[in-house]
C-alpha cells in the first residue's frame, strides 16, 4: 500500500491507481491593471510605446504490440489458478516462493504474520489493540467516527518485511490498517509516525486514500474490477485470485487448459502463443517487461478491465519524472515503483528485461551479489549473457570501486542503486542505474550514493574523493539541471527544455518529461513537440500531445489530428484532451471516439479527485461550465485540500463573474491550509482585479512569497503590487528578488526599469533597460531610443 503525502499532488498514486495529472489552472500572468497604470507612468514621461509588447528527427509512427492470431480470452475466460499449478510442478514451486504469491490472502493463520495474543500499540493518544476472537483476527481501534470499536481484519496484504491488514467498511470499502506488522523485528508500528490523521481526515486508516479498493489491490490480486459507481460513492470490487498468480502475467488461461487436455495428434500445431494472448517465449524484451511494468509503475488507469498483454499504454499512462515523484535529475523520490527510474538506464535503453535480472516465478535474483551484474559487465572472456558483450570489463576489482573487497562498498548496487526507504522499514533499489554525481549534488542538492553511505562527509568531499581516484574531468551536462531550472520557474529554462526534448541521445523518458514542463508554453519547442509527435516512443507521442494543449490552435489541430487515430490509447486520449478547448467544427471526425476514450477513463477513476478534476477541464473547455463546476466540488468532496481543483474553481467563478465565490473559496481553502502558498497567492491575484483592495492583495502576495520563495512570478507581482501602493523600497525589494530567481525573464527587468526610470534614477534604470536586449535579434529602434535617453539622463 503506498503511503499517501499530507501534500497532496494533483494525483493520488500507487501501484493500483492513479488519476491522471491536473489540467493547467490558467492563473495570471501578470496584476493586470497594476501593470497597465505602471505602463501608463512612463509612457507619458518618455512616449516611448513600445513597452506595452514586452513580455515573456523524425521516426516512424509505432505499431501496436503483435497479436498472436487467436480469439482473444476475455475476463470470463479465467480459470482456477490450481489447474496451472497441477501441471506446471516446477514454475509452481518458484511462484509459492515469491511476493506475488502473497501479495493477499485472506485473514488465516496460514496468512497472517502479525502477533494477535492480545498485544497493545499506542500513537498519537490512541492504544490499538490486536486479538483474536472466534477464530477471527480483529483489531480494537478509532473508527471513523473517532470511536473505539472492533473491526475485523479482513485480508493480509504483503509478505516482508512488513504485512499490512484489509478491513471492510460499508460501500464495499476495503481499507488498509496505518498500523502494520514489522516481520523481522517482530513489532507493531506506525506507517505515518508523523502525521496527525485524525477520523475525518483523508489520511486516517478510514479515509478515501487508504481506501485499498482503489490504491491497492489491483496489483495484489489476479483479474481485479474496481466497479466503483460514482453516484452512490461505493465500491462491488471483485477478482478471480486473491493474490498474483499465473495468469495475472499470462493471461486468461482457459484456451490453453482445452487445448492442454485434449490429445495431441501428430502433425497438428499448437495454437499461437499456446491459447494465451501473448507468447511470453517469442515476446521481445520490451513486451515482456511491459507485463512487469503494468503494476511496477507510478501511473493512471485507461481502461477499467485490462488484459495481460495488452500494450502497456492501451492499460495505464505511466508518470513522468515529475516534481515530487523525481529528484531534478532523475532519482527516485517518492515511491515510483521501478519503471520510470528502468526507462531512464542504459541497460533499458540496449534491452535489458526485467527477466535478465530477475526469476520471471519467484520474483528473486537470478545470482547474488554482484554475480548478478557480472552476468553481463564480466571481463569478455568471462561474460555469460550472450548479446551484450559492449557491457564487459573489470569492474569488480578494486582499481575500479576503491573500496576493500567483499565490503558492503564494493558491490556494485551501493554505488549504482543505492536504495531509499519506504513504508518506515522498506529499502528499494533506484533502477536507474546511474553513475554517482556529488557534482549534481552541489548544484541541485540531489543525494548521491557516495553520501548516502558517508552521511558524516559532505558532498564535496565525495567530489574529491572521485577526482582523486577517476582524475578531473568535465563533467557532461545532465538534464537534472534543465529540469532544475524548470521547477524554480526560471524563465530561461524554456528554450533549454526545448533542446533537451529534441535529443534523440536521452531517454525517451527524460525527453517526454521536458516537452510535460514546456505545457504551458504555447509556442516555444513547437518543432520539439512536432517531432516527438511522431516518434516511435509512444510516451513521448502521449507527451508531445499534452504538451501542445496551450499551442496556437492552427498548429496544435495539425500537429495532432494524425494522433488522434494513433495505436494506443494513453496517445489518442492525450491528444483529445488538448485539443477539446478548440471550436467542434474545426474538429475532425476521429475527436469524438480519443475523446471518449479519455472521458471513460477518468470516469472509471472518479474515486479520486484527480479524475474529477481531468472531467471538469474538459467541460470547461468545451463550455459546459456547470458540469465543470460539480466536478470541481466533486473533487473537493472527496477531498477538502486538493488545491488543484480548489484553484481551479475559484479562476472559474472568477471568469464567470462570481468574484465573491471564488475569495469565500479561497479563503476556506486557507482555513484548513494556511501555509498553501498557491492559494495565497490566487487570493492575492483576485483581490489586486479591484483597486479598492490593493493592501489585502499585497499582503496575500507577500505571505505567497514567504512560502513559494522560488517562485519568480509571485515576487514580480508582489513588487507591482508594492509600486502600485507607493512602497518604492519594498517594489524594488521584490522585483530584484523576481530577477534574480529568474534572470532571463524581461518581465521583472520591464518592471525595474519603470520604477528607477520613475524614480529619478536613469542610471539604474539604464542597467535594467540594456537587459532587455535580445542577443541575436535586430535591434529594437524603440528600446535603443530608450537606452540612449537614459544614457543621456545618467550623464
Not at 492583495?697 to 507577500?702: K, N, Q
Request: with cysteine; hydrophobic share 40%.
Amino acid at each position: 500500500m503506498s503511503k499517501a503525502k499530507r501534500v497532496r499532488p494533483s494525483s493520488q498514486a500507487s501501484p493500483a491507481a492513479t488519476p491522471s495529472s491536473a489540467p493547467t489552472s490558467g492563473l495570471r500572468r501578470h496584476l493586470p491593471w497594476l501593470l497597465a497604470a505602471l505602463l501608463l507612468l512612463l509612457v507619458a514621461a518618455t512616449g516611448l510605446a513600445w513597452l506595452r509588447g514586452l513580455g515573456e528527427s523524425t521516426a516512424r509512427p509505432a505499431t501496436a504490440s503483435s497479436e498472436p492470431g487467436l480469439a482473444l480470452p476475455g475476463h470470463a475466460d479465467y480459470v482456477d489458478n490450481q489447474q496451472c499449478l497441477g501441471c506446471h510442478a516446477q514454475q509452481a514451486e518458484l511462484w509459492r516462493q515469491s511476493h506475488h504469491a502473497k501479495a493477499m490472502a485472506e485473514a488465516t493463520p496460514a496468512s497472517v504474520r502479525g502477533d494477535f495474543k492480545d498485544r497493545s500499540f499506542s500513537h498519537q493518544g490512541i492504544t490499538s489493540r490486536f486479538f483474536r476472537r472466534d477464530g477471527k483476527y480483529m483489531v480494537r481501534t478509532d473508527g471513523p467516527d473517532g470511536r473505539m470499536a472492533d473491526f475485523e481484519i479482513k485480508y493480509s496484504f504483503g509478505f516482508e518485511p512488513l504485512q499490512q491488514y484489509l478491513i471492510e467498511l460499508p460501500g464495499g470499502r476495503l481499507q488498509a490498517l496505518q498500523i502494520a506488522w514489522d516481520t523481522r523485528q517482530q513489532r507493531w508500528f506506525q506507517l505515518q509516525p508523523q502525521e496527525k490523521t485524525p477520523a475525518g481526515d483523508v489520511l486516517h486508516w478510514t479515509g478515501r486514500y487508504q481506501t485499498a479498493n482503489t490504491m491497492c489491490i489491483g496489483c495484489h490480486t489476479t483479474n481485479y474490477v474496481k466497479n466503483y459507481d460514482a453516484a452512490s460513492d461505493r465500491f462491488a470490487s471483485r477478482w478471480s485470485e486473491s493474490n498474483v498468480s499465473c495468469q495475472a502475467c499470462h493471461g486468461p488461461g482457459r484456451q490453453h487448459i482445452e487445448w492442454a487436455g485434449k490429445p495431441q495428434q501428430a502433425g497438428v500445431a499448437a495454437p499461437p502463443g499456446l491459447g494465451f494472448r501473448m507468447d511470453l517465449r517469442k515476446a521481445g524484451a520490451a513486451q515482456n517487461g511491459e507485463l512487469c511494468m503494468a503494476c511496477h509503475a507510478r501511473r493512471s488507469e485507461l481502461d477499467a478491465q485490462p488484459l495481460p498483454g495488452q500494450p502497456l499504454l492501451d492499460q495505464v499512462q505511466p508518470s513522468l519524472l515529475s516534481a515530487g515523484l523525481y529528484h531534478p535529475d532523475g532519482q527516485q523520490l517518492d515511491e515510483v515503483f521501478v519503471y520510470g527510474s528502468y526507462r531512464q538506464s542504459k541497460m533499458y535503453q540496449r534491452g535489458v528485461s526485467c527477466t535478465h535480472c530477475h526469476s520471471a516465478h519467484s520474483g528473486k535474483p537470478k545470482l547474488a551479489g554482484n554475480a548478478l551484474c557480472l552476468q553481463c559487465h564480466a571481463p569478455a572472456s568471462q561474460a555469460s549473457t550472450p548479446g551484450f558483450a559492449s557491457a564487459a570489463g573489470d569492474y569488480e576489482r578494486p582499481a575500479h570501486h576503491f573500496h576493500k573487497p567483499g565490503s558492503a562498498g564494493a558491490q556494485c548496487v551501493a554505488c549504482h542503486m543505492p536504495a531509499k526507504t519506504y513504508m518506515q522499514i522498506q529499502a528499494r533499489p533506484d533502477h536507474s542505474l546511474r553513475i554517482p554525481r556529488p557534482d549534481l549534488s552541489l548544484k541541485l542538492g540531489t543525494p548521491n550514493a557516495c553520501n548516502q553511505c558517508h552521511q558524516d562527509k559532505p558532498a564535496q568531499w565525495a567530489l574529491e574523493r572521485i577526482e582523486q581516484w577517476y582524475g578531473k574531468k568535465q563533467r557532461p551536462p545532465h538534464y537534472g539541471e534543465v529540469l532544475a531550472a524548470a521547477r524554480s520557474g526560471a524563465a530561461e529554462a524554456g528554450p533549454a527544455l526545448a533542446e533537451l526534448a529534441g535529443q534523440l541521445s536521452q531517454p525517451a523518458i527524460v525527453r517526454a518529461t521536458a516537452l510535460a514542463e514546456l505545457r504551458q508554453a504555447a509556442e516555444l519547442g513547437l518543432d520539439s513537440k512536432a517531432s516527438a509527435a511522431r516518434d516511435a516512443d509512444p510516451e513521448l507521442r502521449a507527451a508531445a500531445a499534452t504538451s501542445l494543449e496551450n499551442a496556437p490552435p492552427a498548429q496544435r489541430l495539425q500537429i495532432l489530428t494524425p494522433l488522434l487515430s494513433d495505436p494506443l490509447r494513453a496517445v489518442r486520449a492525450a491528444a483529445a484532451r488538448s485539443l477539446s478547448s478548440l471550436p467542434a467544427e474545426q474538429l475532425p471526425a476521429t475527436f469524438k471516439p480519443a475523446l471518449a476514450e479519455y472521458m471513460a477513463a477518468q470516469e472509471q477513476a472518479q474515486d479520486m479527485p484527480g479524475a474529477r478534476l481531468n472531467l471538469a477541464a474538459v467541460h470547461e473547455n468545451q463550455g459546459r461550465t456547470e458540469l465543470a463546476e460539480q466536478q470541481y466540488l466533486g473533487a473537493l468532496r472527496l477531498d477538502p485540500d486538493f488545491t488543484p481543483a480548489r484553484l481551479n474553481l475559484s479562476r472559474l467563478y472568477g471568469g464567470s463573474g462570481r468574484p465573491s465565490q471564488a475569495e469565500a473559496l479561497l479563503r476556506a481553502g486557507l482555513q484548513r491550509l494556511p501555509r498553501q502558498g498557491e492559494l495565497h497567492y490566487n487570493l492575492g491575484l483576485l483581490l489586486a482585479e479591484e483597486k479598492k483592495r490593493l493592501p489585502e492583495a499585497a499582503e496575500a502576495l507577500a505571505r505567497a512569497a514567504e512560502l513559494l520563495p522560488e517562485r519568480s512570478r509571485v515576487f514580480y507581482n508582489l513588487g507591482l503590487a508594492r509600486q502600485a501602493q507607493g512602497r518604492r523600497a519594498q517594489a524594488e525589494q521584490a522585483l530584484l528578488s523576481a530577477a534574480r530567481l529568474a534572470p532571463a525573464d524581461p518581465d521583472p527587468a520591464y518592471a525595474l526599469a519603470l520604477l528607477y526610470a520613475q524614480g529619478a534614477e536613469p542610471a539604474k534604470a539604464l542597467v535594467w533597460a540594456q537587459r532587455l536586449r535580445r542577443p541575436g535579434q535586430a535591434p529594437d529602434p524603440q528600446l535603443e531610443a530608450f537606452i540612449a535617453e537614459l544614457t543621456k539622463k545618467a550623464g
